[in-house]
Protein backbone atom coordinates (compact mmCIF):
# COMPACT_ATOMS: atom_id res chain seq x y z
CA UNK A 1 0.00 0.00 0.00
CA UNK A 2 2.65 2.48 0.86
CA UNK A 3 4.53 1.61 -2.08
CA UNK A 4 1.79 2.56 -4.26
CA UNK A 5 0.82 5.84 -2.37
CA UNK A 6 4.71 6.55 -3.66
CA UNK A 7 4.18 5.99 -6.91
CA UNK A 8 1.25 8.11 -7.21
CA UNK A 9 2.85 11.02 -5.36
CA UNK A 10 5.65 10.99 -7.19
CA UNK A 11 3.37 10.63 -10.59
CA UNK A 12 1.57 13.99 -9.26
CA UNK A 13 4.46 16.05 -8.33
CA UNK A 14 6.11 15.03 -12.09
CA UNK A 15 2.88 15.87 -13.12
CA UNK A 16 2.71 19.37 -11.31
CA UNK A 17 6.33 20.68 -11.90
CA UNK A 18 5.79 19.86 -16.27
CA UNK A 19 2.57 21.63 -15.78
CA UNK A 20 4.29 24.52 -14.27
CA UNK A 21 7.20 24.20 -16.65
CA UNK A 22 4.39 24.59 -19.57
CA UNK A 23 2.71 27.55 -17.55
CA UNK A 24 6.23 29.43 -17.68
CA UNK A 25 7.29 28.68 -21.53
CA UNK A 26 3.64 29.97 -22.10
CA UNK A 27 3.99 33.35 -20.00
CA UNK A 28 7.36 33.69 -21.94
CA UNK A 29 5.89 33.59 -25.46
CA UNK A 30 5.11 36.95 -27.51
CA UNK A 31 1.09 37.95 -27.51
CA UNK A 32 0.72 36.99 -30.80
CA UNK A 33 1.93 33.35 -30.80
CA UNK A 34 -0.38 32.71 -27.58
CA UNK A 35 -3.35 33.43 -29.67
CA UNK A 36 -2.00 30.96 -32.70
CA UNK A 37 -1.11 28.59 -29.84
CA UNK A 38 -4.70 28.81 -28.25
CA UNK A 39 -6.45 28.59 -31.97
CA UNK A 40 -4.46 25.67 -32.68
CA UNK A 41 -5.38 24.19 -29.32
CA UNK A 42 -8.54 24.63 -30.41
CA UNK A 43 -8.37 23.29 -33.58
CA UNK A 44 -6.73 20.18 -32.82
CA UNK A 45 -9.49 19.85 -30.11
CA UNK A 46 -12.43 19.96 -32.36
CA UNK A 47 -11.18 17.77 -34.52
CA UNK A 48 -10.60 15.31 -32.10
CA UNK A 49 -13.79 15.36 -31.19
CA UNK A 50 -15.44 15.02 -35.05
CA UNK A 51 -12.90 11.81 -35.32
CA UNK A 52 -14.09 10.34 -31.69
CA UNK A 53 -17.79 10.77 -33.09
CA UNK A 54 -16.64 9.46 -36.25
CA UNK A 55 -15.39 6.42 -34.71
CA UNK A 56 -18.06 5.95 -32.02
CA UNK A 57 -20.40 5.56 -34.98
CA UNK A 58 -18.70 3.51 -37.17
CA UNK A 59 -17.84 0.68 -34.04
CA UNK A 60 -21.89 1.00 -33.21
CA UNK A 61 -22.40 0.19 -36.66
CA UNK A 62 -20.35 -2.55 -37.16
CA UNK A 63 -21.76 -3.77 -33.81
CA UNK A 64 -25.83 -3.56 -35.21
CA UNK A 65 -24.57 -5.55 -38.30
CA UNK A 66 -22.65 -8.30 -36.94
CA UNK A 67 -25.62 -8.61 -34.20
CA UNK A 68 -28.56 -8.85 -36.99
CA UNK A 69 -26.11 -11.58 -38.70
CA UNK A 70 -25.32 -13.73 -35.85
CA UNK A 71 -29.05 -13.74 -34.72
CA UNK A 72 -30.10 -14.88 -38.24
CA UNK A 73 -27.99 -17.57 -37.97
Same mark, same amino acid.
Given at each position: ? =????? *???? +???? +??? !?? !?????? +?? &?????? =?? #?????????????? *??? &??? +???? #????????? *?????
Amino acid at each position: M =KKSCL *ILAL +FVSG +FAA !QA !QTAEER +FN &ALPENK =KE #ELRDSTVVVLVVCL *ILS &AFV +FVVD #ESVNYALRK *ILESL
